[in-house]
């Protein structure tokens, strides 16, 4: 990518100045040194728009549930899931931890005295409670990174494809104020601005129907919602801050989820139609990420 | 067997623990991994839903009598990624084998299903063995 432009750039001069053109790329890291393995590899830039923004566009994999499926096709036959390693596989590396298909367990929202007997609650019968569970959206910010982003100039188009059902956000990214006609919503009403090439979120106007978490973590309708999104060239960092003073004695900071660039395009999302609840026995549930 | 299922157990439980996207109740809480069954039939219908997909297996009985099973599975964000349609599961009407385990509430021909094994020896691993 970069050549073709630096070629350009010597054409234009002439070639006399071809050797000053290449130094000049060399000396600025451009160009591979030929015979010099130690040179480092470059980074891939990351895609912007004509406004200079970063362009957050593209389909992302945010490792909800489904970075651990890892198929393999054996002749006619597919496994989907518990495969083991494939027939001679080298054992696979080790990612980094922000990227593994296991979050480690985050520290949960730290609520106010008086609400501890309904957070013990919530804990123990989270099964039985859970909106989610029976099809209800899962607000934000457990509903976690877009699965989508489409980007233009002064705007961003999240799109979600959750096992309770597909939705979408339309975010403003110009820096405008939040309106003051809407009402109380699942996933809130959002503006964006930008703090350099990071992505600022900020959401209010929830209804007070969803979690924070999968394990029963709960909000008023006070709740306001940071969250920041930052692009390589291949992977989205999403964190989001929760702010409700109603119910919490301090702001809640949502681990970091590090989502990564895929071609598994997003289709109209299958209809949630919950046939479990009625047969779970024992209330035993998952250990939560978030 | 049982130290397959629990593998199976945990794959899913992974399955479940890992976001909203998959976000659910536990496998354990809902089936009964004592509990084994091996089921041969026709697959007669698929319902492509979430959170979890269920696959509807005729089975015939020595009388002749037809027994509708319902195996439930994994969520379809796990099949898409997988490339696994409602198509290839129901092949066409082809004989298949269930492996799966029982309801846990006693609920008579539900089971989760771990693996599809069709009439000319290829299958599909839905959870681990």
Request: net charge negative.
């Amino acid at each position: 990518m970069l050549i073709p432009t630096i070629r350009s750039s010597v054409t234009a001069r002439g070639d006399g100045k071809l050797l000053v053109a290449i130094s000049a790329a060399l000396l600025a890291g451009l160009l591979p040194v030929a015979g010099s393995p130690q040179a480092p590899a470059r980074e891939k830039p990351i895609p912007r728009l004509a406004d200079g923004h970063p362009d957050l566009s593209g389909i992302w994999e945010n490792g909800a549930g489904i970075d651990f499926v890892q198929p393999q096709q054996r002749g006619e036959s597919l496994c989907v899931s518990g495969c083991g390693p494939a027939p001679g596989a080298a054992p696979p590396s080790p990612r980094p931890a922000a990227q593994a298909a296991a979050p480690p367990r985050p520290t949960r929202p730290q609520y106010r005295p008086e609400l501890q007997a309904k957070v013990a609650d919530l804990t123990k019968r989270q099964v039985e409670e859970d909106p989610v569970l029976r099809c209800q959206a899962p607000g934000i910010p457990r509903i976690g990174p877009p699965d989508k982003i489409v980007q233009r100039a002064g705007e961003a188009v999240f799109l979600y494809d959750d096992v309770s059902g597909g939705f979408f956000r339309i975010v403003p990214t110009d820096g405008r104020a939040h309106r003051k006609d809407v009402e109380p919503s699942f996933l809130g009403e959002s503006v964006a601005h930008w703090e350099g090439d990071t992505l600022v979120v900020e959401s209010q106007s929830f209804n007070d129907k969803t979690w924070l978490t999968d394990d029963g973590a709960f909000h008023s309708t006070d709740l306001r919602v940071v969250e920041r999104l930052k692009r390589t060239a291949d992977t989205l960092d999403w964190t989001a801050t929760v702010y409700d003073s109603k119910v919490l004695t301090e702001p809640w900071e949502v681990p970091l989820r590090t989502a990564h660039l895929t071609d598994l395009d997003l289709v109209e999302a299958a209809p949630c139609v919950d046939q479990d609840i009625d047969h779970i026995v024992d209330g035993s549930h998952h250990p939560n990420p978030r | 067997m049982a130290k397959g299922i629990l593998r199976m157990l945990a794959a899913c439980c992974l399955a479940a623990a890992a976001g909203s996207a998959t976000a659910h109740h536990s496998v354990a809480g809902q089936f009964d991994s004592g509990k084994p069954v091996r089921l041969t039939g026709v697959i007669s219908k698929i319902d492509w839903v979430n959170p979890h997909i269920y696959i509807h297996l005729d089975v015939k009985d020595e009388k002749g009598v037809v027994t509708t099973w319902r195996l439930e599975t994994l969520p379809t964000a796990m099949m898409r990624k997988a490339g696994l349609t409602s198509q290839m599961l129901l092949a066409d009407g082809a004989k298949v084998t269930a492996n799966a385990i029982l309801a846990r509430d006693g609920t008579q021909a539900l089971a989760w299903v771990s693996k599809l094994t069709y009439d000319d020896g290829h299958y599909y691993q839905l959870a681990g063995e």
